[in-house]
């Protein structure tokens, strides 16, 4: 069956960075994009951005470039998102979720989440 | 891009109906008909509902459906049953390789 196994929770000081893996199986990896997908405490659901592990392409949403890089390790099917100079203000859950590739754009497998908490 | 914008909630009683709007722009709800629907349950993973706007995925009971006018799409939840408590979240593709999804909107069955 699809499983998106996600790192355990994480804790952080302002500044610092935080890489979460997303350990895929049950599917073609390089058939599907990784996206990265948060909620902060309080919040809705923030897209991050993607990376289509087959050829290592990534795409973030403005807000985090510079800031954020996600990258992929085919051998063992799994997908990490890096995010740097925390603030307390990336508190928050973070998820991977696949998309088909070609004309697909719905995310129909998401990881259990991990906790990422800045503090100091 | 901004997020979309959806009611911050919902009730109804059991076995009524209810629909929650999802308001985007030209760019994105309004020029693609992709659309999709989360349900999300406190601590769980976030679960597809409806996709490219209508479309059910194996297993998602047909009391969801989904539509769109606009820059608009809306969620209903037909026959509301106590689990069908939860937030619902819609997301559209916006071009350029990118996504976005609204606020969320808490549904409760009263």
């Known amino acids: 069956q699809v499983q998106l196994v996600q790192s355990g929770a994480e804790v952080q000081k302002p500044g610092a960075s935080v890489k979460v893996s997303c350990k895929t199986s049950g599917y073609t990896f390089t058939d599907f994009y990784t996206h990265w997908v948060r909620q902060a405490p309080g919040q809705g659901l923030e897209w991050i951005g993607w990376i289509n592990p087959n050829s290592g392409d990534t795409n973030y949403e403005q807000k985090f470039q510079g800031r954020v890089t996600m990258t992929r390790d085919t051998s063992i099917t799994a997908a990490y998102m890096e995010l740097k100079w925390l603030t307390s203000e990336d508190t928050a859950v973070y998820y991977c979720?696949?998309?088909?590739?070609?004309?697909?754009?719905?995310?129909?497998?998401w990881g259990q989440g991990t906790l990422v908490t800045i503090s100091s | 891009q901004s997020a979309l914008t959806q009611p911050a909630s919902v009730s109804g009683s059991l076995r009524q109906s209810i629909t929650i709007s999802c308001t985007g722009t030209s760019s994105d709800v309004g020029s693609y008909n992709l659309v999709s629907w989360y349900q999300h349950r406190p601590g769980k993973a976030p679960k597809l509902i409806i996709y490219e706007g209508n479309k059910r995925p194996s297993g998602v009971s047909n009391r969801f459906s989904g539509s769109k006018s606009g820059n608009t799409a809306s969620l209903t939840i037909s026959g509301l049953q106590a689990e069908d408590e939860a937030d619902y979240y819609c997301c559209s593709y916006a071009g350029r390789n990118n996504w976005v999804f609204g606020g969320g909107t808490e549904l409760t069955v009263l």
């Open positions: 979720a696949r998309v088909k590739g070609g004309n697909n754009y719905h995310f129909d497998y």
